[in-house]
Each structure stands twice: as structure tokens, then as C-alpha cells.
């Protein structure tokens, strides 16, 4: 088996309208509407299905959770850009750490989104 990419993530969550708010206002995803019941988040060719908690989806992750996950997203701006969008819009920083990453130095900024997963978007600007 030779793995291409990720075809999609599937995050638990307490509201899925609150995190399509979320996702689609500050990191600009698009909300897709797969049934009445079942929302996903669209990021160029990447995907996030939302499960509200509670309901019971088969098959499922052994214990499906909210704010159990770490995100890590790569951006074309700046941290000082991404930093100046995140306090206008009221979002609470974490952190600000430069590390090494995949394709060199990196720069990562930290905020959680409404479940408390753990946001991490990075650039090498």
C-alpha cells in the first residue's frame, strides 16, 4: 500500500454550527453540506467532516471527543500578518515559537478553536 495523502479528517465537536462559524471566519473554510445532519470544512483539496457529539455515526473512532486533536496548518503570510488577524478578531493567542519544519525554519502562532483543539498555523516568512 502506498499512502497518496490525507482524504479527510473527521473532528468531534460540541456544536457543528459554532465550528463552521469558526473555521469559516477566522481560518476561511468553506462549509460543505453533505446531509441534514453532517457538515465538513473545505481547505483547497483537504477536508474536515464535522461529528456532532452525541450522535452516533458508524463506524466511528474508538472514543470520539471533542478538543482531543492538534491542527497544524502552513499559510503563505506572514505570523505578523496572521498575528494582526487573529487579535481583530478577538482570538486569543497561545504562543508565538520558530522551530525547524518540513522545508526549513518555520514560525508557528497558537490559538484553540471553540472545542479547545489546538491550532497551530505556521509560515516561513
Do not use: W
Not at 481560518?27 to 481547505?43: H, N, S, V, W
Not at 483539496?45 to 450522535?55: C, I, N, P, S, V
Amino acid at each position: 500500500m502506498n499512502i497518496d495523502r490525507i482524504n479527510h479528517l473527521v473532528l468531534t465537536v460540541k456544536d457543528v454550527e459554532e465550528t463552521c462559524a469558526f473555521y469559516r471566519d477566522i481560518l476561511g473554510m468553506e462549509i460543505e453540506i453533505i446531509t441534514a445532519r453532517k457538515r465538513a470544512l473545505k481547505f483547497g483539496d483537504q477536508r474536515f467532516t464535522l461529528h456532532q457529539k452525541g450522535m452516533r455515526f458508524s463506524p466511528e473512532a474508538h472514543i470520539p471527543t471533542p478538543g482531543a486533536i492538534d491542527i497544524g496548518f502552513k499559510v503563505k503570510e506572514s505570523v505578523e500578518q496572521i498575528k494582526a488577524e487573529l487579535e481583530n478578531k478577538n482570538i486569543p493567542i497561545e504562543g508565538i515559537v520558530q522551530r525547524p519544519g518540513v522545508n526549513g525554519k518555520v514560525t508557528s502562532i497558537y490559538f484553540r478553536d471553540p472545542d479547545q483543539n489546538l491550532i497551530e498555523v505556521s509560515s516561513n516568512i
